[in-house]
């Protein structure tokens, strides 16, 4: 009979050297419109909706939805992102309903990474939408809104930075996600 015997323990694992994983910004992009106009489609709106509408509140309604567009520029990349709103508007005549549309606007990630570390990378994209206040002259018929619309893309990828136990490692000169707080209007 065959008499079984432990194995040796395994020996300890070494602590990771105090350092932690961080995402490194590879390529960025920021789009600022305003105004954007939106066209609302008459089935959109009640039928007793009279012209000029106003927007009274407008908000997201979801995440932003893109998908990639082919780049003419080198070691770019360009998205088209989808970014579904809910727009709450006053007709003419003082009433107020809610319209939910999509905005659609493309968007340049430039790239501060050598072309080659860029397919590496993940797509991070955010959006912020508020009523356009401003003069803007009217077109059509009035069944366009203006709104002020503020799209930020990001290409991370994870990146190795070192503790406060290794303060003489240089990492990478890139920089780091989160940059500082997403506030697209300064309020």
Known sequence: ???????????????????????????????????????????????????????????????????????????????LVNIPVTLRIRDGCGRQFTVDTTLEAELTLRSCAPEADIWQGQIFVQAAVRPFRGCLPRQGDGRDVAVELIIAGYLLSPCAVPGPDRPNCCPDPRPLYPQPRFDPYGD
């Open 1 to 79: 009979m065959k008499h079984c015997h432990p194995a040796p323990p395994c020996p300890p694992m070494q602590p990771m050297c105090g350092g932690y994983l961080m995402q490194r910004i590879l390529a960025c992009g920021k789009l600022h419109r305003r105004p954007e106009c939106v066209f609302l489609c008459p089935d959109q709106l009640p039928r007793d909706a009279r012209p000029p509408f106003t927007v009274t509140d407008a908000a997201l309604c979801g995440q932003p939805h893109w998908e990639e567009l082919p780049c003419r520029c080198r070691g770019s990349i360009a998205l």
